[in-house]
């Protein structure tokens, strides 16, 4: 379902300047400082190992960067820009945390009225919610958008370990011509990388960036308007027409950034020893859910349980409409990763599910006779489903 209501008001100009005004401060103060405990190794929003005290320094002040409320005379802004920092969105219930539906991303595009084929319009896709006050407001929405698309904020936590995975491990399980027959096809997102070659995407939910590193890049130019140092992969924004001298955030910054998102541990299990939860674990695999949702892949040092194959399949009804994001079509998302699922509600790609349960309902195409295989559970078999994976 499109929300176009929310649409027009990146159109209206009043309604962004007062968005400019009332949602930065409401985004919050920063939370941490200096002196903010760092949570324990494996605790929610800590580091995932035993860091060396300089290690610690560098977590510490990654962390500090992600919190930091920029300023217009840093930089902010390309002018457009969605919040002041990375915890404006990424911070529920701590801070790398995910976001409310408030804070979710806008995309648009043109479909033909659903007809097709998508295509995207002059000034790219994303509709920023900000506009530097020294800057001229104008529309953010081409006019001829026909098609949008929200993108909620995920959690941050484990990423480093994913980008570890080797690629052999998320390719092997790839079957995009369903060559054994059971109406599943997974395949890798293979992006470009400008420096030459190509890498498996496995970050965004439609694994449009192959490394974490990447996404940070991504995340600085396209959420808070910063540019940052080349480094010869293509993902960064380089200048602006902010006024600010280009680099605005140097390599050090960027490097300690790219520390403490890359040690952050996976959300810990909630442990629940209810025996219930090891029947709910038994059903997801009976019923079809791990065939997508496989329970583990090989990281660096040993599984992850992810609960992903960090592949695109669609699983979205015939006549869906959304954005094509460079191979990725039109119903094409990334198997959810389930870790972490009681943190993160609203849940798929545009929190369009309020609870578990709806985001189960919504699965149809590739994920429909799993679907069916929910529905068709006992009421005590969907009790013991659900505390499974609210134990995630
Ligand atoms: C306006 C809200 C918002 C802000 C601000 C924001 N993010 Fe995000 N973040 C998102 C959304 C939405 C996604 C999913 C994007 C997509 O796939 O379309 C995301 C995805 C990510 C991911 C990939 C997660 C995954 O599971 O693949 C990383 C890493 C990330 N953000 C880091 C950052 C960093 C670092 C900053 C600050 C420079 C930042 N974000 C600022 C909303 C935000
Ligand atoms: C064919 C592959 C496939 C199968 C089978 C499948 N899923 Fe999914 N699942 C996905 C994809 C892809 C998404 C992300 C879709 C989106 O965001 O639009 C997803 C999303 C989810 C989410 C939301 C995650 C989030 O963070 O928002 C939950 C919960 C979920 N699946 C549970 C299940 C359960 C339980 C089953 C079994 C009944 C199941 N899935 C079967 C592919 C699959």
Known sequence: MQDRATFRLNRFPVAALLLLFCVLPWLGAEVVDENTPVPPVGALGGPERELTPAELEKWKNGRLLFDRDWTLSEGMGTPELNADSCRGCHSDPVIGGSGGLDLNVFRYGRDE???????????????????????PLRDEVHPDADVFEQRQTPIVFGLGMIDLIPESEILANEDPFDSNNDGIRGRAHMIDIASGGQEVGRFGWKNVLPQIGDFIHDALGGET?????????????????????????????????????????????????????AVGEALFTSIGCAACHIPSLEGADGPLFLYSDLLLHDIHPAGFRGMVQGDAGVGEYRTGQLWGLRLSAPYLHDGSATTIEDAILRHDDEALSARQGYENLSASDVEALLLFLSDL
């Open 113 to 135: 009225g659903g007809a097709g084929p998508f295509t995207n319009l002059p000034g790219g896709q994303v509709a920023s919610k900000i506009r530097r006050p020294d800057f």
């Open 225 to 277: 308007g910063l540019t940052a140092p080349d480094n010869g992969r293509g993902f960064v924004l380089l200048t602006d027409d902010d006024g600010v001298a280009d680099p605005e955030i140097t390599a050090a910054q960027f490097d300690d950034m790219l520390f403490y998102c890359s040690h952050l541990c996976p959300p810990p299990r909630v442990g629940n020893t209810d025996p219930a939860v």
